[in-house]
């Protein structure tokens, strides 16, 4: 039957698709506008290396001089984990004790919104400020750090040679106000600053030949100095402030001081030398290249272009560096814009190659001037989705990138759908309009429900409430926005491209198909048939002559034999299923996130508890004297006392330890890193050091730390190193495991000053007149304050190097006694070496040791859990009452974001049952659709085995995608089976036929998303989702074609045609009887 016409259908319901090209300069207009608006908007889009996230994280730190670990537990940490455990959004809290300080992390729940954040931090500010007059005289703080997050994208060093550091904050203050005035900087902070001290140094043993107490001198600093008002005059309209002089300006008047003990009166610089320093030992230090330098770290405002921060950035130093004096160098430590434009770039790289893949693949398949219809129509829809982009204030980072890679795939399906049904009915003779107006009718609404069901797939990286949720939460937006643009671009952009760019087959009359004049350049006979079917075809003008050719033919005959034997089909499909779930669980290795590929190395090094600040950068400049010698190194700078400010957002930051260094290398690539980092661990090893050295490349997602951690907690501290060192024994026995340690462990030297009582108070010496003595001898005592413009210096006074140089000399200290008068420390107080914890780490309130470990290359840490899962339960199960072991590092955190993700299910599972019920109206068809939705699972344990790539995270959110775009192609395969069923044709003949007419447009879909991900298997993030969804695609588009006819059929209990059709003209016998 001809089906030739001009005219739409008429059906007498709304068509987009016709009424699109009714209006089509209207439709021009809006394509021309959302094309260019899109292009604009992707001139605006901010560019950053990660997603933006939020730490929820709070540090707060107390200090209390003097104490003991044991003491800053029980009289400050518990105190303040006490308050913080009221907060109903609290999820962890760890903390360490140390001599003198506490400090302790305060986690939020994943699930805590980002907007709620703010108002829990207020929460803990106020219920600790609520106990601060409970702590122990003498307690300073607790001070509150809630913006550990924040991000430093660019750091420099300051260095010269020769140059004081005070010379070079001077400089840095300059320099600071110059950063500041860049647009995007909020703001600029100074790292590894020494802050100056004027120091009064005096024998002790003077002071007590002379009868000058401590006091004494102290006392007359304070008061020369003190800043009292003197009041004002009333002069009428007048009023004017009397100002006294005295106040110290330079340090001749410090030692001009007069000290008035026993009846004579003292100038200061006699009996004390007066002289200006840095605090000693210093808290923390900053070396570039083995040079002492200051750190400057500008930290770009929330919402801002680091890459344009960069340009401005780079013309801004350039000014600078050209007014700073001879000899002062600024050197850029971290510079996040440059590798942000490095990842952009090679993401922008892969999303083109991706694009001409798609334009390729539509162009070889589809023909030239189909193809064309939707080689525009990419532009078109990427434009758009920028442009909804720049409307909901999501940026060009990895994730988003990602996504539209993976959406580039996608988009293309409904494009391909329409052309092609409108191509195809324009070959069987139909007009333009009508067959425009014809694949609205027959495909729109299927489309739009498989649009739905595959943008359904990416729900439950939306609804996932954790960190990796949020992190990874673009790839929903992005995808989705993109697949539904898509479907509006296919009902009515491409009837309106197809209407111009499509060709006239009416003047194609007997001629030859593309296909045959192809096929006829490279088999000349094969071609000729072809040609002669085509004209056969033409003058039958059988609309369906196109699916009689060979090829359609032998498919007809498979799919015609999986009916037949559908449930030796459905068995065979299972058997295969199954067995991929067990290769899936046995031989696919699980992970949480790839390491970075940055270029950078970090080398923690760690010495004993109670180490000085002296031997760990002793120990720093060893190893830069390593570092000289290697060749593939840019620059590398060393963080002594601390660890490196968050230059990266993922960057699992270390806070100031004493016996801590933290050194971040910047190798010339990849392959430079990779060998140096192998160089380091032999070097670490293999040669006796006297710290534990860490070698680790950048995190990717959330930081982590090390990749294998066990944790055990209980209430004694001697059991609980021994049943960690049980747990770290396990470990070092497994061969893929480096670096195995605990996170505290060896215990400090103390000396404890047991006084005699009796003798002190005959003596007149009380227990705090010897702590100061002590404290003041050793450290310092700040007596009063040096004002010189904006800075404030602190004046200390404290005893002459050469009584502070060995503790062998501390039992004759010389101790006041009055009358001008002292006596040795010996004679009142014994002097006991001692040991005794150096820190304490606790996580919810219980003392708690983390057992850490690195990995060597190629091996996951879900393998090594795995393999260590027996010996962990059996020394679980030895475990005392009150105690507990627990599985900590990637695997947890890879737990807690698939927990997260799972919880989303139930609501993913809900959208796509309802989606699929409104478009098939049919419990047993929607039964059907569902029952493919996990085939792609065979593809995926197969592909991923072959090219050897783990199954992460973010290939967990490929695969419940995957899920979604097969349900996509059954859904229009079973539609169509409706479609036929009710347009007269028996049910077996319905599913052959409906399958070989959809098996182009599906593997066409298919064989574009599948190639888009070639590109993006490359990358270290998403190259295992790519690979998951190509294999799972390939699979499930085969099995659409093939399985989905054969469970059809078994589950309508189908017969043959000549059956059906013998019974229903019984059927009508019977009625007509």
């Not at 001409?356 to 758009?384: D, E, H, K, Q, Y």
């Not at 539609?975 to 007419?997: C, K, L, P, T, Y």
Request: net charge neutral.
């Amino acid at each position: 039957m001809s089906m030739k016409g001009e005219g739409p259908i008429g059906s007498g319901r709304f068509n987009l698709s016709e009424w699109g090209l009714t209006h089509r300069s209207l439709v021009l207009y809006f394509l021309i506008v959302c094309t260019l608006s899109g292009m604009f908007a992707y001139t605006r889009l901010g560019q950053s290396e990660d997603p933006p996230f939020t730490f929820k994280v709070m540090v707060v730190r107390a200090e209390w001089p003097g104490a003991s670990a044991r003491e800053v537990e029980q009289q400050v940490t518990d105190k303040i984990e006490k308050k913080l455990q009221e907060i109903a959004q609290a999820d962890i809290i760890r903390s360490y004790s140390k001599p003198g300080e506490a400090m302790v992390f305060f986690v939020a729940k994943d699930s805590t919104r980002a907007r709620d954040i703010p108002d829990i931090w207020y929460q803990a500010r106020k219920k600790i400020g609520d106990i601060a007059h409970t702590f122990p005289t003498g307690v300073r703080g607790p001070y509150f750090n809630d913006e550990f997050g924040d991000t430093y994208g660019n750091v420099f060093a300051l260095l010269g040679e020769g140059v004081s550091h005070a010379e070079l904050e001077r400089h840095a203050e300059a320099i600071r106000g110059e950063l500041l005035r860049v647009k995007d900087v909020a703001k600029v902070s100074f790292f590894a600053e020494q802050p100056q001290r004027v120091f009064v140094e005096i024998s002790n043993t003077r002071l007590a030949t002379l009868g000058v107490r401590l006091d004494d001198i102290v006392g007359a600093l304070a008061r020369q100095n003190a800043e009292t008002g003197a009041g004002f005059f009333e002069t009428g309209d007048e009023r004017i402030w009397l100002r006294p002089s005295g106040q110290f300006e330079d340090l001749d008047a410090i030692r001009a001081t007069v000290i008035r003990a026993g009846g004579r009166s003292l100038r200061l610089g006699d009996i004390a030398e007066v002289r200006r320093g840095y605090a000693d030992p210093p808290a923390e230090r900053l070396r570039f290249m083995g040079q002492e330098a200051l750190g400057i770290g500008v930290s770009m405002r929330s919402g801002g272009d680091i890459v344009a921060l960069g340009r401005q950035l780079d013309a801004a130093v350039e000014k600078i560096v050209a007014q700073l004096p001879v000899g002062i160098r600024l050197e850029r430590v971290a510079d996040q814009p440059r590798a942000v434009t490095r990842a952009v770039d090679e993401f922008v790289k892969v999303l083109a190659e991706a694009v001409l893949i798609v334009m390729a693949v539509s162009l070889l398949s589809l023909g030239f001037r189909t193809g064309v219809v939707v080689l525009v129509i990419i532009p078109v829809v990427l434009a758009i989705t920028f442009m909804f982009m720049h409307l909901f204030d999501i940026g060009l980072h990895k994730i988003s990138l990602g996504a539209l890679i993976i959406a580039l795939g996608l988009l293309v399906d409904d494009a391909i759908i329409a052309v092609e049904m409108m191509a195809s009915k324009m070959e069987q003779g139909w007009g333009r309009v009508r067959a425009a107006s014809y694949a609205w009718t027959s495909t729109a609404m299927p489309m739009l429900s498989g649009t739905l069901v595959t943008a359904a797939g990416f729900l439950p990286v939306a609804l996932a409430a954790s960190s990796v949720g949020e992190f990874t939460r673009s790839i929903f937006q992005v995808t989705v926005t993109a697949l539904l643009v898509s479907w509006i671009a296919a009902v009515l952009f491409v009837p309106y491209l197809g209407y111009y760019l499509l060709p006239d087959f009416s003047k194609r009359a007997g001629q030859p198909s593309r296909l045959a004049r192809v096929v006829g350049r490279i088999w000349p006979a094969l071609g000729r048939r072809m040609a002669e079917r085509d004209l056969h075809a033409y003058e039958q003008h059988d609309e369906f002559a196109i699916y009689h050719t060979p090829f359609y033919n032998r498919l007809r005959a498979l799919v015609n034999a999986c009916v037949r034997w559908r449930w030796g089909v459905i068995l065979l499909t299972v058997a295969i299923f199954v067995g991929a779930l067990f290769v899936f669980a046995r031989f696919v290795p699980q992970q949480f996130f790839p390491d970075s590929t940055r270029p950078e190395l970090l080398v923690d090094l760690r010495l004993a508890e109670g180490a000085s600040h002296h031997a760990t950068e002793v120990a720093v400049k060893r190893l830069e004297a390593f570092l000289d010698r290697q060749e593939g190194i840019e620059n590398y700078v060393a963080w002594v006392g601390t660890g490196s400010p968050r230059f990266y957002l993922p960057l699992d930051q270390q806070l100031a330890q004493t016996n801590f260094a933290q050194l971040v290398i910047l190798t010339a690539g990849l392959a430079e890193r990779e060998a140096l980092r192998a160089k380091l661990i032999h070097l670490f090893e293999d040669e006796p050091w006297p710290l534990r050295g860490i070698v680790v490349r950048l995190e990717n997602g959330p930081p982590v730390g090390f990749p294998v951690q066990y944790r055990v907690s209980g209430p004694d501290l001697a059991e609980l190193h021994r049943r960690a060192q049980a747990v770290a024994e396990s470990m070092r026995a497994n061969p893929h495991l480096s670096n195995v340690h605990m996170d505290w462990v060896e215990p400090s030297k103390v000396v404890r000053v047991a006084i005699d009582q009796d003798k002190a108070r005959l003596l007149g010496v009380s227990t705090q007149d010897l702590s100061s003595l002590l404290a003041t001898s050793l450290q310092g005592m700040t007596a009063t304050q040096f004002r010189e413009g904006n800075k404030t210096i602190a004046l200390v006074l404290r005893g002459a190097e050469s009584e502070r140089a060995h503790l062998s000399q501390l039992p004759d200290l010389a101790l006041p006694v009055g009358g001008g008068r002292s006596v040795p420390l010996a004679q009142v107080a014994r002097l006991e070496h001692d040991f005794e914890p150096g820190v304490i780490w606790r996580r919810n309130r219980i003392p708690t040791v983390t057992v850490r470990a690195s990995l060597y290359d190629g091996t996951q840490p879900a393998v090594v859990v795995g393999q260590l899962a027996p010996r962990m339960a059996e020394l679980s199960a030895q475990l005392p009452l009150g105690y507990r072991l627990e599985v900590g590092g990637a695997v947890e955190e890879s737990a807690k974001g698939s927990g997260s993700v799972g919880a989303g299910m139930p609501i993913f599972v809900l959208t796509v049952l309802t989606v699929l019920m409104l478009q098939l109206k049919s419990f047993s068809r929607t039964i059907i659709v569902v029952l493919t939705a996990p085939l792609g699972l065979i593809g995926v344990a197969a592909f991923l085995l072959a090219f050897g790539k783990p199954f992460g995270f973010v290939a967990l959110l490929g695969t419940i995608a995957l899920s979604g775009m097969t349900m996509r192609n059954s859904v229009i395969l079973v539609d169509q089976i409706r479609q036929d069923v009710e347009a007269g044709r028996m049910q077996w003949e319905a599913i052959v036929e409906s399958a070989v007419r959809r098996f182009r447009p599906i593997m066409l879909t298919a064989a574009a998303a599948i190639l888009a991900m070639v590109p993006l298997s490359r990358s270290t993030f998403f190259g295992p989702m790519a690979v998951a969804i190509m294999g799972g695609l390939t699979v499930a588009t085969v099995l659409t074609i093939l399985f989905l006819p054969a469970l059809y059929a078994a589950w309508y209990r189908v017969k043959p045609a000549d059956e059906e059709r013998a019974a229903a003209d019984r059927s009508a016998a019977t009625a007509l009887e």
